[in-house]
């Protein structure tokens, strides 16, 4: 009997990574009009964002169905073995939802947990939940430690471009060419398991210093618990520039090279677009 940990691509977690971390990986679904692809599966990061720059076609993203969390809850269950299933905020997506539909008869055996969280934010609560595990921790202490754990979670992110969010119908034509036209960086969060735009800076400088202030509004990075920095789009040349921007949060902490980076796939990259950096770390 083994305790094992489920989880979802919108963490933002590869599904190589999770092979190594021995996690259990479920994909949500990405739409290019006609074509659907496993996120992180058939449809790795770079090549989400090859299509969403190249294809003219703006994305769709699905849900995890009830059915396929039931057929893993039926593997583990005939496995003898414990899980803990790890979605994303309930309130961005029916992902929850589908894995609590599919817990009856199952509740025995598995444990559901809301990160109230997505991409990066997601992604450190699944790391605490493996540091938990491999401390030899039960399935019990651990969702208690996560349930309080992810209230302190903060995720920052500044938007290169406001095209994306006017192709999803977050904001209106005239807003996004206004918006690029004053070089408008929005900062966003996720607030109590919601989005939420914290505020918006003219450049690229403007906006990592926004970031640096939330950062400090929120009573700073607890280097003791997981922390992580995201990118969206091909290359991480505006996530460098945050690094030299930012340098005084983490010298004496933690060597350049050794912070967590990763990329940022497609259920928030579809509506962040290229160019579009985070971070996320667990408030004192």
């Not at 190589?16 to 599966?41: H, Q, S």
């Not at 969403?52 to 057929?71: A, D, M, R, V």
């Not at 008869?105 to 790391?127: A, F, R, T």
């Not at 926004?210 to 505006?238: R, V």
Request: charged share 25%; hydrophobic share 40%; with cysteine.
């Amino acid at each position: 009997m083994s305790l094992r940990i489920v989880i979802d691509s919108a963490s933002d977690i590869t599904k190589e990574k999770a092979d190594t971390l021995g996690l259990d990986y479920m994909p949500l679904k990405t739409i290019f009009g006609d074509e659907e692809y496993l996120d992180g599966v058939t449809l790795p990061h770079y090549a989400f964002y090859e299509k969403l720059i190249e294809s003219g076609i703006f994305p769709t993203t699905s849900q995890i169905p009830p059915h396929e969390f039931e057929k893993k809850y039926k593997e583990i269950k005939e496995a003898g073995d414990t899980a803990i299933v790890i979605t994303l905020s309930s309130l961005l997506s029916g992902t929850y939802q589908s894995a609590h539909l599919a817990l009856e008869g199952y509740e025995d055996c598995v444990h559901l947990v809301d990160s109230k969280n997505v991409c990066i934010g997601e992604q450190n609560l699944v790391m605490y939940a493996v540091r938990l595990r491999d401390e030899g921790l039960s399935a019990e202490e651990i969702v208690k430690r996560l349930e309080e754990a992810k209230t302190k979670i903060c995720v920052l992110s500044v938007f290169d471009t406001l095209e994306y969010l006017k192709r999803g119908g977050r904001i209106s034509s005239t807003a996004a060419w206004a918006g690029n036209v004053l070089s408008i960086k929005p900062v966003i969060s996720v607030e109590k398991g919601e989005i939420a735009i914290l505020g918006k800076a003219r450049g690229s400088k403007n906006g990592n210093n926004l970031l640096i202030q939330q950062i400090a509004a929120h009573g700073g990075i607890d280097f003791t618990m997981p922390y992580c920095l995201g990118y969206t789009g091909l290359e991480d040349s505006m996530l460098q520039k945050y690094l030299k921007d930012s340098a005084a949060i983490w010298e004496g902490k933690v060597a350049a090279e050794a912070i967590p980076i990763s990329t940022v796939g497609s259920t928030i990259g579809t509506h962040a677009g290229p160019g579009a950096i985070a971070v996320s770390f667990f408030h004192p």
